[in-house]
T-cell receptor, first 114, second 117 residues
Framework: SAVISQKPSRDICQRGTSLTIQCQVD?????MFWYRQQPGQSLTLIAT?????????ESGFVIDKFPISRPNLTFSTLTVSNMSPEDSSIYLC???????????FGEGSWLTVV | AQTVTQSQPEMSVQEAETVTLSCTYD???????LFWYKQPPSRQMILVIR??????QNATENRFSVNFQKAAKSFSLKISDSQLGDAAMYFC??????????????FGTGTQLKVEL
C-alpha cells in the first residue's frame, strides 16, 4: 500500500483567495486523483492528475477553478482558486500503484471559506 | 454511468455483535471492482476490503467479509465482533476494470455506523 500525505490538513480561508494543497506519496504511483467531499456528502472526483501534462477533469470541474500540477510520480498539487463559501469541503488526494487495483487516500485537507 | 446505492444512512450495533451494511450498484460492465472504505472522524479514507467481480469467492479480511451477489448487483459488508473502533462512515465504491475507465471510483452516499457498549 501507499502512504499519502497532504498539507495543509485544515485551513480557514478568506473569500476570493486561492489555496494550494500538496499531496506527497511515499512511493511511485501510476495515477493520482483529487476528490472533493462537501459537508455531509459522498466523494466526487475532481480530476486525474497526469504527470507532465494537463489534468483530466470530470464534468462540472474546470482547470481555471481547480488547477492541478503533477511534476513527478510521487507529488501533486491542487489549487482551489477564487474561493467562495461553496468551496468549503474536504479535498482528498488519492493514488493507484503500479501493481494492484486499489486506490488509496490521503488524510484529506479540510477547507473552510469565510 | 455506474451508480452505487447505500440505502442505510445510519446503523447501530452493540459491541461484539455482528452488523451488515448494504450496497447495491448498477452497471452494464462485466469487469469491475468493488470496495468498502471506512472514514472515521479523522477523515482519512481507509480501505476495508476489495472484491474483484470475476471472483466468485467472497472476500474476507479478518472480522470483515462481503456477500457479493453479482447477478443481483449486491455487495454487502459484514462486520463481526464489532469494536468501538469500527464506528465510522462506511462508503461502498465501484471502479470499472475496463481500459480507460479503470481509475474513477464511484461512491455511494455512505452509512454511518455507531457502535454501542
Amino acid at each position: 500500500s501507499a502512504v499519502i500525505s497532504q498539507k495543509p490538513s485544515r485551513d480557514i480561508c478568506q473569500r476570493g483567495t486561492s489555496l494550494t494543497i500538496q499531496c506527497q506519496v511515499d512511493s511511485q504511483v501510476t495515477m493520482m486523483f483529487w476528490y472533493r467531499q462537501q459537508p455531509g456528502q459522498s466523494l466526487t472526483l475532481i480530476a486525474t492528475a497526469n504527470q507532465g501534462s494537463e489534468a483530466t477533469y470530470e464534468s462540472g470541474f474546470v482547470i481555471d477553478k481547480f488547477p492541478i500540477s503533477r511534476p513527478n510520480l510521487t507529488f501533486s498539487t491542487l489549487t482551489v482558486s477564487n474561493m467562495s463559501p461553496e468551496d468549503s469541503s474536504i479535498y482528498l488526494c488519492s493514488a493507484r500503484g503500479f501493481s494492484g487495483n486499489t486506490i488509496y487516500f490521503g488524510e484529506g485537507s479540510w477547507l473552510t471559506v469565510v | 454511468a455506474q451508480t452505487v446505492t447505500q440505502s442505510q444512512p445510519e446503523m447501530s450495533v452493540q459491541e461484539a455483535e455482528t452488523v451488515t451494511l448494504s450496497c447495491t450498484y448498477d452497471t452494464s460492465e462485466s469487469d469491475y471492482y468493488l470496495f468498502w472504505y471506512k472514514q472515521p472522524p479523522s477523515r482519512q479514507m481507509i480501505l476495508v476490503i476489495r472484491q474483484e467481480a470475476y471472483k466468485q469467492q467472497n472476500a474476507t479480511e479478518n472480522r470483515f467479509s462481503v456477500n457479493f451477489q453479482k447477478a443481483a448487483k449486491s455487495f454487502s459488508l459484514k462486520i463481526s465482533d464489532s469494536q468501538l473502533g469500527d464506528a465510522a462512515m462506511y462508503f461502498c465504491a465501484y471502479r470499472s476494470g475496463g481500459p480507460g475507465g479503470g481509475n474513477k471510483l464511484t461512491f455511494g452516499t455512505g452509512t454511518q455506523l455507531k457502535v454501542e457498549l
